[in-house]
C-alpha cells in the first residue's frame, strides 16, 4: 500500500535526551513536511522539504532539526533545546510540481516528556 | 491578528442536523482552501479543495469561499454520527501540495 508510515506511534522522551522521529513515504513525493499539533492549536509548520539535501524552516523550527538524505525519508529530531516538546507529531508529503493536489499525512507520534 | 481563526468549538449537533463551520483569514493571497477532518489520534484526510472564491460540492458536503469577506465555510447535510471528528480549515498561496496554514480545528459531535 502507498502512504506514509510514521513511528514509533507513541514515544516517551526523559528530560535533556533528543529523540528521533521517522517518516518515510512510497508514494514518490518530492516534498515532505512536519506538523506539530497542540490540543486546541491546530497544526504548525515546524520544517519542511522539497527536494532531497535541502529543507527549510518552518514557524515554529527552534529545538527541531531534520534532515533529507533520501526522498522517501525526513526524520525529525526534537533536541534538549525544545522546551515544551510534548505534543502529537504529524509528517505530510506532497507532490510538489503539482501532478496532484493533496498533502498526504501519516498517523503521527504522540510524544510526551517525562 | 492569527492569520487564520476558527470558531473553537466543540459542537454538538442531533443526527440528521445541517452543520455550518467556518474560518476567517487575514491574508489575501491566499488562493487555495481546504478542509481536513481528523478522527482521534489520526492523521488529517483531505475532505474539500477549493481553488479562490465559489462553491463546491461533494456529496453531503458543500465548502463555500468568499474571497471578498476573507470568509471560508464547510456545510454538511444530513449529519451522521460518523461525522463526529475535528474539522480543520487549512489555506495556502500555491496549492494543497505546498506548506499550509491551518486554523485550531472544532470538534464536532453528532448525536444518534
Known amino acids: 500500500d502507498g502512504g506514509i508510515t510514521q513511528s514509533p506511534k507513541y514515544l516517551f522522551r526523559k528530560e535533556g535526551q533528543n529523540v528521533t522521529l521517522s517518516c518515510e513515504q512510497n508514494l514518490n513525493h518530492d516534498a515532505m513536511y512536519w506538523y506539530r499539533q497542540d490540543p486546541g492549536q491546530g497544526l504548525r509548520l515546524i520544517y519542511y522539504?522539497?527536494?532531497?539535501?535541502?529543507?527549510q524552516k518552518g514557524d515554529i523550527a527552534e529545538g527541531y532539526s531534520v534532515s533529507r538524505e533520501k526522498k522517501e525519508s525526513f526524520p525529525l529530531t526534537v533536541t534538549s533545546a525544545q522546551k515544551n516538546p510534548t505534543a502529537f507529531y504529524l509528517c505530510?508529503?506532497?507532490?510538489?510540481?503539482?501532478?496532484?493536489?493533496?498533502?498526504?499525512f501519516g498517523q503521527g507520534t504522540r510524544l510526551t516528556v517525562v | 491578528q492569527k492569520e487564520v481563526e476558527q470558531d473553537p468549538g466543540p459542537l454538538s449537533v442531533p443526527e440528521g442536523a445541517i452543520v455550518s463551520l467556518n474560518c476567517t483569514y487575514s491574508n489575501s493571497a491566499f488562493q487555495y482552501f481546504m478542509w481536513y477532518r481528523q478522527y482521534s489520534r489520526k492523521g488529517p484526510e483531505l475532505l474539500m479543495y477549493t481553488y479562490s472564491s465559489g462553491n463546491k460540492e461533494d456529496g453531503r458536503f458543500t465548502a463555500q469561499v468568499d474571497k471578498s469577506s476573507k470568509y471560508i465555510s464547510l456545510f454538511i447535510r444530513d449529519s451522521q454520527p460518523s461525522d463526529s471528528a475535528t474539522y480543520l480549515c487549512?489555506?495556502?498561496?500555491?496549492?494543497?501540495?505546498?506548506?499550509?496554514?491551518f486554523g485550531k480545528g472544532i470538534t464536532l459531535s453528532v448525536r444518534p
Open positions: 522539504s522539497q527536494i532531497v539535501n535541502d529543507f
Open positions: 505530510a508529503s506532497s507532490d510538489y510540481r503539482g501532478r496532484s493536489t493533496e498533502a498526504f
Open positions: 487549512a489555506m495556502s498561496f500555491t496549492g494543497a501540495n505546498s506548506k499550509l496554514t
